[in-house]
């Protein structure tokens, strides 16, 4: 059951990342916002996909270092997309919520391995 779901997530991260650079580098229209600013949309967006991708690779320090370059780089590259324009601001709370959910992330893996540790060592 563990592998067909880490199949299918690592199908889906793929799927997501694709999205990511289309709504950040095509114009400003397709990209989804809230209410609650851009600021937040940035945060949340990327800390919602960190964890989805943490899903399908649980190595949370590795995929949130290649999640924040990819946030900077895409924010970078939004310079040159007509219509967009770059913004450090917008770099900083994506790798934010790159970082937060990749702490989480690592947080839940490790406490799950020590349940089973603990659970293995009470039989």
Same mark, same amino acid.
């Given at each position: 059951?563990? *592998?067909? *779901?880490?199949? @299918?997530?690592?199908?889906?991260? /793929?799927? /997501?990342?694709?999205?990511? +650079?289309? @709504?950040?580098? @095509?114009? !400003?229209?397709?990209?989804? #916002?809230?209410?609650? %600013? ?9 800390? !919602?996909?960190? &964890?989805? =991708?943490?899903? !399908?690779?649980? #190595?949370?320090?590795? +995929? ?8 900077? &780089?895409?924010? %970078?590259?939004?310079? *040159?997309?007509?219509? #967009?324009?770059?913004?450090? =601001?917008?770099? &900083?709370?994506?790798?934010? @919520? +790159?970082?937060?959910? $990749?702490?989480?992330?690592? &947080?839940? /893996? #490790? $406490? ?6 603990? !659970?293995?060592?009470?039989?």
């Amino acid at each position: 059951m563990k *592998f067909p *779901f880490r199949a @299918g997530a690592k199908v889906c991260s /793929i799927a /997501i990342m694709v999205l990511l +650079v289309i @709504g950040a580098l @095509g114009p !400003a229209n397709w990209t989804p #916002r809230t209410a609650l %600013g851009w600021q937040i949309d940035h945060f949340l967006g990327y800390f !919602a996909i960190t &964890l989805f =991708v943490c899903c !399908a690779w649980p #190595r949370p320090f590795v +995929v949130g270092g290649v999640l924040m370059a990819a946030a900077a &780089l895409l924010e %970078g590259l939004q310079a *040159f997309s007509p219509g #967009r324009s770059a913004n450090l =601001v917008a770099a &900083l709370c994506s790798a934010g @919520g +790159v970082l937060a959910a $990749a702490l989480v992330a690592e &947080l839940f /893996i #490790r $406490a799950w391995r020590w349940h089973l540790k603990s !659970a293995r060592s009470a039989k």
